[in-house]
């Protein structure tokens, strides 16, 4: 009887998910948060607020965001729109380029494909904020540039004085 019962929610978990390969795109999976030794991973589709909401972020990168950056950026603002659109010369910027951010990004490029046609195909690549900010819109929104994941130091974020 309670293996019926499971059987039935499973399969009825499988027709309300759907096919993942036909159905549209599920950015859950760039929610996350992991910590190494000397690094912090956050997953880009997180907003700020949701940031400020997590209990197992790191209470001086909520100080940070709370009195730096949220001075010119919206707490419903994810990650990756804040980094996607941001200049150079703004205030998060300068902020970000104090804690010595790194991002992972995904670019568009062309690759040999099979019976030597060319094929355009995403790859990931770790920059350096310097570098995304450089990168005029028009050529990030050519490249096809998906801001994943930003990766913050961790002796960088206790050396910072809020």
């Known amino acids: 009887m309670a293996f019926e019962s499971l059987r039935k929610k499973i399969a009825d978990g499988r027709k309300n998910r759907g096919n993942r390969k036909g159905g ?12 190494d030794v000397s690094r912090i991973y956050i997953g880009a589709k997180y907003t ?20 730096y950056l949220l001075k010119e950026t ?24 104090q804690l010595k951010v790194k991002l992972k990004i995904s670019i568009l490029t062309d690759r040999q494909g099979r019976g030597g ?7 990931e690549k770790v920059v350096e904020l310097e570098e995304l900010t ?29």
């Open 24 to 35: 549209p795109a599920v950015y859950e999976d760039f929610k996350y948060m992991l910590q």
């Open 48 to 67: 700020y607020r949701e940031l400020m909401e997590n209990p197992e972020m790191a209470f001086k990168f909520k100080s940070v965001i709370e009195h």
């Open 117 to 123: 046609r060319m094929e355009r195909v995403y790859r």
């Open 74 to 97: 919206d707490p419903d603002t994810s990650i990756e729109s804040d980094f996607y659109y941001m200049k150079p010369e703004s205030f998060s910027c300068r902020t970000y380029e």
């Open 134 to 162: 450089a990168m005029p819109l028009e050529q990030k929104k050519r490249d096809g540039i998906v801001v994943q994941e930003l990766i913050l130091s961790k002796l960088a974020l206790v050396s910072f004085v809020v």
